[in-house]
């Protein structure tokens, strides 16, 4: 079992949808958790990071936290094809601040 | 503010020849990680630095890889001998140090691509 899963996709949505991605860890001692964009060629780019249960809103993006489930979740609302990306999914302990586990990531790709 | 600079962009070598890859992190960073990327993966941790010491290396493999960061700022990762499977993107990434309860953001630079032949 990896440390970090995400279904890979491909995601397709129209334009206009709300796209949800997901994912589970395995580490219970996970603290922090992001969510980075990853355009094809370039580097990842963080977009979202949550530390508590719940909900944290930041524009058209919602991450989603439940530790007792392990999951956490971004949603994507009003998607636009500027979105087409891949999505990575990683989570530290705070102990270690630095050191993030990754998943391989969801693709998504948004139809015009 | 500049980012995280790394060079070469690219590089193509044949199996069990040698590569080095160096970063320039942020200004004022003193975390410095160098990262693997397999096609189709997640980025997968090396090695991380804090200023000029190695926090943590235990993905890293000894045996054909080494990082050095000399005076706590730039660093370089070097591949020696290299096997097909090193064919990667090898990112580094740089954050400042706010300690066990501040935010996590790391920045990643554009990465240097490396194929071996």
């Known amino acids: 079992q990896k440390e970090v899963e995400q279904n890979s996709g491909p995601l397709s949505v129209p334009e206009g949808a709300i796209a949800s991605l997901n994912c589970t860890y395995s580490?219970?001692?996970?603290?922090?958790f992001f969510w980075y964009r990853q355009y094809s060629g370039k580097s990842p780019e963080l977009i979202m990071s949550?530390?508590?249960?719940g909900d944290k809103e930041d524009g058209r993006f919602t991450a989603q936290l439940n530790k007792a489930s392990q999951y956490v979740s971004l949603l994507i609302r009003d998607s636009q094809p500027s979105d087409s990306a891949t999505y990575l999914c990683a989570v530290s302990r705070l102990t270690n601040a630095g050191k993030s586990t990754f998943g391989d990531g969801t693709t998504l790709t948004v139809k015009p | 503010e500049a980012g995280v600079a790394q060079s070469p962009r690219y590089k193509i070598i044949e199996k069990r020849q040698s590569v080095a890859f160096w970063c320039n992190p942020i200004?004022?960073?003193?975390?410095l990680y160098w990262y693997q990327q397999i096609l189709g993966q997640g980025p997968k941790l090396l090695i991380q630095f804090q200023n000029n010491g190695v926090v943590d290396d235990s993905q890293l493999p000894k045996d054909r890889f080494s990082a050095e960061r000399l005076k706590g700022v730039d660093s370089t990762l070097k591949i020696q001998p290299a096997k097909l499977e090193d064919s990667a993107v090898y990112l580094c990434?740089?954050?400042?140090?706010?300690?066990?309860?501040?935010?996590?953001?790391?920045?990643f630079g554009e990465g240097s691509w490396l194929t071996v032949v």
């Open positions: 580490d219970r001692g996970s603290q922090s």
């Open positions: 990434a740089s954050r400042t140090w706010g300690g066990a309860s501040s935010g996590n953001t790391i920045y």
């Open positions: 949550i530390y508590s249960n």
């Open positions: 200004s004022g960073h003193a975390t």
